[in-house]
């Protein structure tokens, strides 16, 4: 199974700063089709998952382009490029590549 | 729009059973795959099972197969997971969520809780 590890587990930042969580894979995220299958979910206290980033680095249509996504083969991440109030929670990476899909551990991100 | 409802949640106990139901809206069911997610409290989130839109294939994470299994009924766009000796640590937020087409998660529902416990 992959093993996803994000780091750092914590991040406090300040409003209108930059912010940025890794993802490491223990085995290439790449689907059989060619396609790498890495995506980010951000999950607000009390609420359900909601998705981010696609592909490694596509936005799904709503999500604000402060965020973006990066990476390739096992090393992936995510960038807010201003942190605003409503990016508190935690942030999650998945990849989708072979079965059992699975998670990283999530990241906190909290203002300072 | 899209919308994915859980139901079948509650408390149980240890060896027992219960079966999570998701009903979905807002898009032709029979055309995506579908999964269930879980939380367990105060913990991430964790994959459990998909199945193919047409049920013709399903996977599990290691630690439900053979007490798990996932179906659905796309008469009556639906989705299901039958948990058969259920344990403590089976205790979680279920999420149903959806297959998008880009070996991705494009929805989630809003989750339903259950408790495994004497």
């Known amino acids: 199974d992959a093993v996803m590890t994000q780091s750092p587990l914590s991040l406090p930042v300040t409003l209108g700063q930059a912010a940025s969580i890794s993802c490491r894979s223990s085995?290439?995220?790449?689907?059989?089709?060619?396609?790498?299958?890495l995506n980010w979910f951000h999950q607000r206290p009390g609420q359900s998952p909601r998705r981010l980033i696609y592909r490694v680095s596509q936005r799904y249509s709503g999500v604000p382009d402060r965020f973006s996504g990066s990476g390739s083969g096992t090393d992936f991440t995510l960038k807010i490029s201003r942190v605003e109030a409503e990016d508190v929670g935690v942030y999650y990476c998945m990849q989708g590549a072979g079965w059992p899909w699975t998670f990283g551990q999530g990241t906190k991100v909290e203002i300072k | 729009q899209v919308q994915l409802v859980e139901s079948g949640g509650g408390v149980v106990q240890p060896g027992r059973s219960l079966r999570l139901s998701c009903v979905v809206s807002?898009?032709?069911?029979?055309?995506?795959?579908m999964h269930w997610v879980r939380q367990a409290p105060g913990k991430g989130l964790e994959w459990v099972a998909v199945i193919w839109n047409d049920g013709s294939e399903r996977y599990y994470v290691e630690s439900v197969k053979g007490r798990f299994t996932i179906s659905r009924d796309n008469s009556k766009d639906t989705v299901y997971l039958q948990m058969n000796s259920l344990r403590a640590e089976d205790t979680a937020v279920y999420y149903c969520?959806?297959?998008?087409?880009?070996?991705?998660?494009?929805?989630w529902g809003q989750g339903t809780l259950v408790t495994v416990s004497s």
């Open positions: 807002g898009f032709t069911f029979s055309t995506y795959g």
């Open positions: 969520a959806r297959w998008g087409f880009y070996g991705d998660i494009d929805s």
């Open positions: 085995q290439s995220v790449v689907h059989s089709n060619g396609d790498t299958n």
